[in-house]
Every structure is written in C-alpha cells, then in structure tokens.
Antibody
Framework: QVQLQESGPGLMKPSQTLSLTCTVSGGSIKSYSDWWSWIRQPAGKGLEWIGLIYASGNTNYNPSLKSRVTISVDTSRNQLSLKLSSVTAADTAIYYC??????????WGKGTTVTVSS | EIVLTQSPGTLSLSPGERATLSCRASQRVSSSYLSWYQQKPGQAPRLFIYGASNRATGTPDRFSGSGSGTEFTLTINSLEPDDFAVYYCQHYTSSAYSFGQGTKLEI
C-alpha cells in the first residue's frame, strides 16, 4: 500500500526558496500509471493545487504559481520534491503531496506545515 | 480556467438528516473527472467520490454523488456524527486540477 510522507524546513524567511520532499513508500514512484501532485492549504482555508509531475518527468503547474514553482522526481530515492522561490507570508500553509490520476487524488501524505515569517 | 463554486459555505444539520452539497462549474465539465473529498480537522483530505458518482474504497453507501454538465451534488443520507467535516469538489482537465472552496458540514 502506497504511503506518502512530506518533509520540509518548517520556518522560513521571506524571499527564500522553499524546498519540500515527499517520500513514497510501498510502491515505485516510477509507476507509469501514477502522477504526483503538490497541494497546499493555508490555515483555515481551502485547498490549492500547486502542480503535478508525471512518471515521464513532464510537469504542469498552477498558472498562479508557475513562475515560482519547480516539481521534480528523484527515482533513486523514490521521492518527489517541490521548490517554491521568493516566498512571502502568503505562502504560509500546510503542504501536501498526493498520488494523482484523472479520477482524483487517492493517496495523500499527512502534510507538512511551512511558516514564512521575518 | 474552470472555477468550481460550492454551496452552501456552511450547512448546519443534525444526525439522521440528509445533507445536500452543491458544486457548480463555471463551464461544462466532464463528469468523469469530478471528485469529492472529505477533510476533518488536522487531517489530509480523503477521496470519497470520483467520476461524479462512484464511491471510493471505504466510502459508506449513505454517500452518493450525481450531476453532469455544470451542476454536481453530493448527498449524504442519514447523517452520522462522523460525517461532520469539510467537503471539497475537484475537477481535472488538461493536466490541471481545481478545487471548490469547500462546504463545512456542521452539527
């Protein structure tokens, strides 16, 4: 059974680049039937899709974040990563990774909290 | 960009009652790619309905989804205490996802 676990810095300062990792266990990140997404949720607010990566390595990003986001996969470590540049307080949120498909996201990590504060 | 609008924002009901949650799309969408999630405080969202009307593994049969085009509905029959949570609709198209803003179902 596939499980996901996010990890990250917790606290960041404005203008820094956020780097998060999602470790996939119980399955291969290289499965060609699986895609992987990052989603975030500010405290008390709704869900925002950040972007996705296919097993092929192709990516697609939310247009509102596209200029600052990079999603990549490290198949040797069975991990996917998220980089978000020039963070501000508005990027403070819980960040989730999820296994994705056309019918939705069926496996989610527990999320990691990122706080941007000077 | 497809915008999903959920209503109501908050729904106050009692156990045993029926809940009807709405998700409206800004343009016609494929029902095959319309999903519903349940999220409880401190937890990640959980896929409950996919393809507009198919229950995901573990979703109780008191949950049902319906709709097509621009109007979709999540119905919960005979509410149980465990059902009180926030529900999100989601759509996938052209390699991108969008979420509704959520409906909070409260006692």
């Amino acid at each position: 059974q596939v499980q996901l676990q996010e990890s990250g810095p917790g606290l960041m300062k404005p203008s820094q680049t956020l780097s998060l990792t999602c470790t996939v266990s119980g399955g291969s990140i290289k499965s060609y039937s699986d895609w992987w997404s990052w989603i975030r949720q500010p405290a008390g607010k709704g869900l925002e899709w950040i972007g996705l990566i296919y097993a092929s390595g192709n990516t697609n990003y939310n247009p509102s974040l596209k200029s600052r986001v990079t999603i990549s996969v490290d198949t040797s470590r069975n991990q996917l990563s998220l980089k978000l540049s020039s963070v501000t307080a508005a990027d403070t949120a819980i960040y989730y990774c999820a296994r994705s498909m056309v019918r939705g996201m069926d496996v989610w990590g527990k999320g990691t909290t990122v706080t941007v504060s000077s | 960009e497809i915008v999903l609008t959920q209503s109501p924002g908050t729904l106050s009901l009692s156990p045993g009652e029926r809940a009807t949650l709405s998700c409206r799309a800004s343009q016609r969408v494929s029902s095959s790619y319309l999903s519903w999630y349940q999220q409880k405080p401190g937890q990640a969202p959980r896929l409950f309905i996919y393809g507009a009307s198919n229950r995901a593994t573990g979703t109780p049969d008191r949950f049902s989804g319906s709709g097509s085009g621009t109007e979709f509905t999540l119905t919960i029959n005979s509410l149980e205490p465990d059902d009180f949570a926030v529900y999100y609709c989601q759509h996938y198209t052209s390699s991108a996802y969008s979420f509704g803003q959520g409906t909070k179902l409260e006692i």
